[in-house]
């Protein structure tokens, strides 16, 4: 198989997983709470992480590790996984799949955001109109349309959801400045990130056993929004001859996802949902062409 076939496969085997996320994330939260979401599907990503780290033959590599390597990753294991997705369940626990999952997506823009101070970068007149494009898109979704009255639908929900955007963003930007072997930085993140939550369910001593149905959902978010689907992403971008070719194909993702929430959750999908994606994506796109 040519190569960039091959990324091709893995980027859309990666895009299929991704868009299912926010169907399984609404569909668990029915048995399960954020915390509790957290911890099972976090202890099924910490596993699937060591094994492929094993497979891989790099388990040495967590040998090799100095005080400042893992000092740095306590740091982006609170930020990612622990902050990150405890802010974007309970989002989803408030709004409609929909609209958590939408929302999320502004992180690109947050990221040229905190760009500007903490990489000391430069931001255009076309770049700040791309942003605002964006802005717009939010506003549309979260208002339902109705831009002129300003009623949002759910102001705790939609404060989260695009707050969840900031932690990923601050979380890529450390990561950035991290140049470690990406898997086993990647594990040691999620050690941290489960061991932040242990202590959160033991200070506040809120655990019990989910049902069948809410483990199920946790292992399928710990393979496949947490584990196996980022290594698919890393070898479609590794496989293609430019990350340009795959790396778009990710906004794929969101409208599919619509799609499957439908379908999976149960939802009518808002034209207000699907307007403000696109205004959200024209806006990222505009951003990236302009750098």
């Given at each position: 198989m040519?190569a ?5 496969l893995y980027?859309?085997?990666a895009?299929?997983?991704?868009s299912t996320?926010g169907?399984?994330?609404?569909i668990?939260?029915r048995?399960?709470d954020?915390?509790?979401?957290m911890?099972f599907?976090?202890i099924?990503a910490v596993?699937?992480?060591?094994v492929?780290?094993?497979v891989q033959q790099k388990?040495?590599l967590?040998l090799?590790?100095?005080s ?5 990753s306590?740091?982006?294991g609170l ?7 405890l802010v974007?369940l ?5 709004l409609?799949?929909q609209e958590?999952g939408t929302l999320?997506?502004?992180w ?5 955001l905190?760009?500007i101070p903490m990489?000391?970068?430069k931001?255009?007149?076309l ?5 605002l494009?964006s802005f ?8 339902h349309?109705?831009l ?7 102001p705790?929900g939609v ?9 990923w ?6 990561n950035?400045?991290d140049?470690?072997?990406t898997?086993?930085k ?8 489960l061991l932040?939550v242990?202590?959160t ?9 989910p049902?069948w ?8 978010i710990g393979?496949f929004e947490m584990g196996?689907?980022?290594l698919?992403?890393m070898?479609a971008?590794k496989a293609s001859s430019?990350?340009a070719?795959?790396?778009?194909l990710?906004?794929l ?8 929430i ?7 999908i808002?034209?207000?949902t699907v307007a403000g ?8 796109l505009?951003q990236?062409?302009?750098?």
């Open positions: 040519r960039q076939r091959k990324a091709y980027a859309f085997s895009i299929a997983c991704w996320i169907s399984a994330f609404k668990s939260l048995y399960l954020p915390l509790g979401l911890l599907s976090s099924v596993i699937t992480l060591f492929i780290l094993i388990l040495s967590l090799k590790l100095t400042t390597d893992i000092l740095m306590a740091v982006m930020l990612n996984p622990y902050l990150y997705y974007l309970r989002a989803y626990d408030l409609p799949a958590a999320n997506y502004i690109p823009l947050v990221l040229v905190l760009s990489l000391r970068q931001i255009s007149f770049s700040i109109l791309a942003i494009t717009a898109g939010i506003m549309v979704i979260s208002t349309g109705r002129l009255s300003l009623h949002f639908s759910n705790a404060m989260l959801a695009t707050g969840s955007a900031f932690f963003a601050l979380y890529w930007i450390i950035l400045k140049k470690r072997e898997v086993s990647l594990f040691l993140n999620f050690f941290f990130g932040y242990f202590i369910i033991a200070v506040t001593k809120h655990f019990w056993i049902p149905k809410g483990l199920a959902g946790a292992v399928y393979l196996i689907t980022f698919l992403w070898n971008l430019t990350t070719k795959v790396s778009n990710i906004y993702s969101p409208f599919i996802s619509l799609i499957i439908h379908f999976a959750v149960g939802e009518a808002l034209l207000s994606l696109a205004l959200i994506v024209i806006g990222i505009w990236q062409y302009l750098k």
